[in-house]
């Protein structure tokens, strides 16, 4: 079709239904700037890295910021950060050793060793922060177990729905339930821990649908479970 004149020509894209091209120039655009901010910070963490390792190698902040073409006094705050990092970590892993010594699914430890040895993103901290306050959680201290019902509740023989509480909270959704998934991998629990988490989270064993709460209604198909062929 000829487009008339003075009108911006029309294109198609799917099963012929004809879409303005601004559309398209549109989202070409947006996909191109989030492109850009991507490949941006992937540089800036190779830079970042690379100046810490040639701190460590000897390299002086002055000499680092004139190759790096930045400030001496950006160059401080990457190594500062790097090092609150780096402790955050230590203390994440001494915390994680005395989950595994004491291996007690009951006993509580105070919600900041917990939400630290998670090693969790800030959002997402934040969001369990604000959602433990809200319960008035005794002393202000959390157990193992509670912690696995947040994240994936014990599923009763039988049940359609594997519920996930967790997706209840607000600030923590899809993003931060992985995130949980991750940081609770990361503690590396053993014996009695570690059997009940893999108890109640085999995914392929459960059930076929996910969903929040008892009250929550929306669901999605479980995606680890997998439809056994009959023999």
Excluded at 38 to 55: E, K, W
Aim: aromatic fraction near 8%.
């Amino acid at each position: 079709m000829v487009p008339r004149t003075g009108s911006r020509p029309r294109c198609i894209i799917s099963r012929g239904v004809p879409v303005d091209s601004r559309v398209v120039d549109c989202c070409v655009s947006k996909n191109l700037a989030l492109f850009a901010r991507f490949a941006m910070q992937q540089n800036y963490r190779q830079r970042n890295h690379d100046i810490v390792q040639l701190c460590h190698a000897g390299a002086s902040p002055g000499a680092l910021a004139r190759q790096f073409r930045i400030t001496e006094n950006r160059v401080h705050e990457i190594l500062s950060r790097e090092a609150r990092d780096h402790e955050a970590a230590q203390r994440a892993e001494r915390l994680a050793r005395a989950f595994r010594v004491a291996d007690d699914l009951d006993w509580t430890w105070p919600v900041e060793d917990l939400l630290d040895a998670l090693a969790l993103p800030t959002p997402t901290r934040r969001a369990l922060e604000f959602h433990w306050a809200g319960k008035a959680v005794p002393t202000n201290r959390v157990s193992l177990r509670e912690l696995m019902n947040l994240v994936v509740a014990p599923t009763s023989e039988g049940l359609e729905y594997l519920v996930i509480p967790a997706l209840e909270v607000r600030g923590v959704g899809g993003f931060g339930f992985r995130a949980l998934l991750n940081g609770i991998q990361r503690l590396n629990l053993g014996g009695v821990c570690r059997e009940e988490w893999l108890k109640r989270f085999d995914l392929e064993a459960h059930s076929w649908r996910i969903r929040g709460g008892e009250d929550y209604y929306w669901s999605m198909p479980n995606p680890m479970r997998r439809a056994k062929a009959p023999q």
